[in-house]
């Protein structure tokens, strides 16, 4: 193993811990990878990265759901639209630039991060005992971010979190294990495509993937002990650090 293998190693693992408690991982994975593989094409970074992300988020949505028990009608409809939904959102991006976009989600996150700033008691309960909302709700969200994350990407962990709060009225714990199911389909429809394409770089995602996995199961294991108020307040720096990227993205790069 290569320094370079290393170091995206050690990122893995970080990106692990941080995505299984509040999403977001792929702010710090991607552009690494981005960085130390400047010979690849961004189809087989992106494409690669997939793999880890979706090994850290398996054994993170394992610890959780241990913990908050989803139905397996609304698991499975839930996994079902994500994973066609990123498939979806990958294709398009190998055919058309998402640059357009991310102006409108710095927008987004820019009110999120003001709004739970300010909002203290945000999704620290959730707003009945036993949450019952229409299913064709959580299924636009999988729709919507599902096409996001596969054709986009930063920060699409916590916009689930932040959807299932405010949309379907959980607390933080419960909107992560949804968002973790939701976040297995989505990376699995990415990896289907980038697969198909042979863009993924196996000598690179196969240690990433093991590392990230660690991270994850780690995370996932800290934030069900310390509950809300710390995944509340991961939650924030993973928007301000999504702002970040994307406002570098839009306005420097």
């Known amino acids: 193993m290569d320094s370079v293998q290393i170091i995206l190693c050690v990122v893995a693992f970080f990106a692990g811990f941080v995505d299984a408690i509040v999403g977001g991982g792929g702010l710090i994975q991607t552009p690494a990878g981005l960085i130390l593989l400047p010979k690849n094409s961004v189809a087989?970074?992106?494409?690669?990265?997939?793999?880890?992300?979706?090994?850290g988020t398996f054994f993170a949505t394992i610890t959780f759901l241990k913990r908050v028990k989803i139905p397996f009608l609304r698991f499975f409809a839930f996994s079902i639209t994500a994973f066609i939904a990123s498939y979806t959102g990958s294709f398009c991006l190998t055919k058309i630039s998402n640059a357009f976009m991310k102006p409108v989600i710095l927008l987004v996150l820019i009110g999120v991060a003001i709004y739970t700033f300010t909002k203290k008691d945000?999704?620290?309960?959730?707003?009945?005992?036993?949450?019952?909302?229409?299913?064709?709700k959580g299924?636009?969200?999988?729709?919507?971010?599902?096409?996001?994350?596969?054709?986009i990407g930063p920060g699409a962990g916590?916009?689930?979190?932040?959807?299932?709060?405010?949309?379907?009225?959980?607390?933080f714990l419960q909107a992560n294990a949804h968002a973790k199911v939701v976040n297995l389909a989505?990376?699995?429809?990415?990896i289907v495509l980038f697969t198909l394409k042979g863009a993924i770089l196996w000598s690179i995602?196969?240690?990433?993937?093991?590392?990230?996995?660690?991270?994850?199961?780690?995370?996932?294991?800290?934030?069900?002990?310390?509950?809300?108020?710390?995944?509340?307040?991961v939650f924030l720096f993973v928007i301000i650090a999504t702002l970040c990227r994307l406002g570098f993205d839009v306005f420097l790069h």
């Open 122 to 136: 945000f999704g620290q309960q959730a707003k009945k005992e036993n949450v019952i909302f229409p299913l064709y």
């Open 139 to 151: 299924l636009l969200i999988c729709l919507v971010l599902g096409f996001y994350d596969g054709f």
């Open 44 to 55: 087989q970074v992106i494409g690669s990265l997939k793999i880890p992300s979706f090994s």
């Open 186 to 190: 989505t990376n699995l429809g990415s």
């Open 158 to 171: 916590s916009l689930l979190v932040i959807a299932f709060i405010t949309w379907l009225g959980f607390d």
């Open 205 to 233: 995602a196969v240690p990433m993937a093991i590392c990230n996995a660690i991270g994850g199961i780690i995370g996932s294991k800290m934030a069900i002990a310390k509950g809300n108020k710390f995944i509340r307040t």
